[in-house]
């Protein structure tokens, strides 16, 4: 798998996200604060995005930064790299 500028813009994986969220039984409010609190934890730094845009990266694998799917990478405990969608992925290495 090929590595990712922060500001690179990437298409996630809506898909694999909302399950991740769902498995854990948070809603998408509920997950936007967790994953406030994980990168307090992390950096110091209350990051996180807005309900809205959560919505519409589950549903429409809405583009963003890649610094983006870190922070929702972080609230799963997931690697960022494995919930980028395919596309992003083709020509990497």
Known sequence: MGTFDDDQIVTPD???????????????????RHMGDVNVRESGLRETISV??????????ERVPYATLCRVAAGLDA????????????GEG
């Open 52 to 61: 809205n845009l959560l919505e519409g990266i589950e549903e429409a694998n």
């Open 14 to 32: 809506g898909t694999a996200i909302r399950r991740m969220r769902r498995q854990r039984g948070l809603s998408r409010r509920d997950f936007v």
């Open 79 to 90: 690697d960022p790299v494995h919930l980028v969608g395919e596309g992003d992925l083709v």
